[in-house]
């Protein structure tokens, strides 16, 4: 029975939706008007979904549940949105970069261009700090007003911001000069001279981000799921009967050969609770049914862990349905599912070797009868709101008088909430926060900051967060590069070179995660500060060229291998799965989850904790606007 039904999905999901998905990409990338979104950084709604349901009626594409529809125009819309956004970050990252290199110059530099000595710049750059610290402090004071009294912080990054708007103004010579010179010295006078060799190398670390970032931006636009293999023929075909005109082209077709093709189709999502229906059967096993399916029923397989949420998506809709839709479905702890297959390496029919998965998205404050209380309290402030505003216009039409009606329901059924055991809210202190940085040679350390006081309170290395574990974390190096090391085997002889690493890593993730929680909780803090991963991926890049530009300078291929054994002798850490192995837990606990800064400079505990107090700082300026 299940391989029959597994079939039928497999075949709507690879035959229908999937090329349903791949046309709009392809039609939108194509579009007349796709520079203006790309400006934007977004596709207007009411064309996506007019050049869906122009779509609907093709033949290839006929033949889908609605919800299949919908959820590939939305699918189409996320990723173009993802795209517009990370490549406006991109051209905000190097136009930034770019500033900031023109403006750096190192002391010798500085000199030739003032035309004054070292001693004089340093002199003008000590009257400046001294004039706008104190422009620093009076906005500060404006921004709080006299009633306000708070604990003092660091101003080094207002004063930053001060000196670098006006760097750009400045026309006097020994004025820009010295406003570079307390730039590039974080807003400070060196009482040592400059290391000309750290200079040159911090300038080439910058230049080579800048070149990474550029080749980032050219990326390709959205393409879909080449399931059958066509375009990677086609460009296997050009690649053998064709020259390439250039490095930039020979470079293309490369990637476009060595790239792993997708061989599942794309996810299918369910944004509504509504679409999904729960039972039980004698045996006291789990189904879940999707509408637009028919009666297709999927049993549930999970781990033990996990069984407990299922078990309450099946009592939330009996509740409902007992009580004659009495409570309304905004308050399930169920919010959204996604079906997708997961890839096997394994040979076989597609349906039978793939494992089809289902992806929950809950609001855990629903577990407990005071995180629902919180929601209901969230959700009536937010209705009450917009009938307020609905109620003011005049003239409401059909339309707008049935959304008043379904509002007014709705604000009915969730002040009779879903029975819930008692489980009080996390309490943390506002002062106290958890900032975690990465790294190379020490891939997670931990500080504990009291960023008012602007103290550390204590901190935490690796071994300390693992304990007796500890171990585990050598054997998983151990076997990656053991991996590491038969793939470049594999590579040589042209043979699958795609080694999958045992769960030991996402089991070391897991323990990290469960300590920092813990650490926040015996601490009381009020949140966990993590670095952006796409700034540690930078970060680590760049320096790691760095090094081997400076240990091999001239040579290209020296360069390759000394980064490469480099990157062998040190952790290579999956840095995204650990930071959603600690926001899973800090949801659970009820401990906000932030994303920070992390500095370039500094040792693993400077910056665990300089990523707390960035996290502070931004948060009262963001208060004080």
């Known amino acids: 029975m299940y391989p029959i039904i597994f079939g039928q999905l497999w075949k709507l999901m690879t035959e229908k939706n999937t090329p349903f998905i791949n046309e709009i990409l392809l039609q939108i990338g194509k579009h ?24 609907k009626t093709q033949e290839l594409f006929t033949g889908q549940p609605g919800r299949f529809y919908t959820s590939g125009i939305t699918l189409v819309d996320y990723l173009y949105k993802s795209w517009f956004a990370l490549q406006k970050r991109r051209k905000n990252q190097i136009e930034g970069k770019q500033r900031w290199l023109k403006m750096l110059k190192s002391d010798q530099e500085l000199e030739q261009e003032s035309e004054c000595s070292l001693e004089v710049i340093r002199t003008k750059a000590a009257e400046l700090l001294t004039k706008f610290a104190l422009q620093s402090d009076e906005n500060d004071h404006q921004k709080k007003g006299k009633k306000t009294k708070k604990a003092p912080k660091s101003k080094t990054s207002s004063i930053f911001k001060i000196l670098l708007n006006t760097y750009e103004d400045a026309e006097d010579p020994l004025t820009r000069c010295a406003l570079a010179y307390l730039l590039k010295n974080n807003c400070q006078i060196s009482e040592v001279d400059e290391n000309p060799e750290e200079f040159t190398r911090n300038k080439r670390r910058k230049e080579i981000e800048i070149e990474r970032l550029k080749d980032q931006i050219q990326s390709r ?52 609770n509504e679409d999904m229906t729960w039972l039980k059967n004698d045996n006291n096993r789990l189904f879940v049914r999707f509408n637009g399916l028919g009666k297709l029923t999927f049993e549930i397989y999970c781990d033990k862990r996990h069984l407990h949420y299922f078990q309450r998506f099946l009592e939330d809709r009996e509740i409902k349905r007992n009580s004659k839709n009495q409570h309304s479905s905004s308050l399930f702890t169920l919010r959204s599912g996604r079906i997708s297959w997961l890839p096997s390496e394994e040979k076989g029919e597609h349906w039978k070797v793939n494992q089809l998965n289902f992806y929950c998205s809950l609001d855990t404050r629903m577990m407990s009868c005071e995180g629902t209380k ?56 506002s002062s106290i926060l958890i900032g975690v940085s990465f790294g190379l040679k020490k891939p997670v350390t931990v500080a504990v900051v009291d960023v008012v006081k602007n103290e550390v309170i204590a901190y ?54 469960d300590a920092i929680i813990a650490i926040a909780q015996k601490y009381q803090a009020s949140g966990v500060v993590l670095p952006k991963l796409s700034d540690m991926r930078e970060q680590i890049s760049s320096e790691i060229q760095s090094r081997a530009e400076n240990k091999c300078p001239g040579y290209k291929e020296a360069q390759q291998k000394y980064a490469k054994e480099y990157r062998i002798s040190v952790h290579r850490w999956s840095y995204g799965r650990l930071i959603e192995s600690i926001k899973s837990q800090g949801v659970q606990a009820g401990i906000s989850i932030e994303i920070g800064t992390q500095p370039i400079r500094g040792s693993p505990q400077e910056k665990a904790r300089d990523v707390a107090v960035f996290a502070y700082q931004e948060r009262q300026a963001m208060k004080s606007v």
């Open 221 to 272: 636009i959205p393409k879909g799921r080449d399931l059958t293999g066509e375009e990677w023929l086609e460009t296997l075909k050009i690649a053998t009967f064709n020259v390439p005109q250039n490095e930039n082209e020979a470079k293309a077709w490369q990637a476009a050969l060595l790239r792993k093709t997708a061989n599942v189709p794309f996810p299918v999502a369910y944004e509504s």
């Open 460 to 513: 935490r290395s690796v071994k300390q967060l693992l304990g007796e574990n500890y171990n585990l974390l050598n054997r998983q190096r151990q076997q990656q590069q053991r991996l590491s090391h038969e793939r470049h085997k594999a590579q040589k002889q042209n043979k699958f070179n795609s080694f999958g690493e045992s769960e030991l890593g996402q089991y070391v993730d897991r323990l990290l995660a």
């Open 32 to 55: 007349s008007e796709f520079e203006t979104w790309l400006e934007k950084g977004s596709i207007p709604a009411e064309l996506l979904k007019k050049l869906g349901n122009s779509l």
């Open 374 to 429: 919180e929601v209901v309290e969230e959700k009536v402030t937010k209705i009450t709101e917009i009938l307020t505003k609905t109620k003011q216009k005049d003239d409401l039409n059909d339309k707008q008088q049935a959304f008043i009606t379904r509002q007014q329901s709705t604000l009915a059924r969730i002040n009779n909430p879903f029975p819930r055991p008692s489980k009080p809210n996390y309490q943390g202190k």
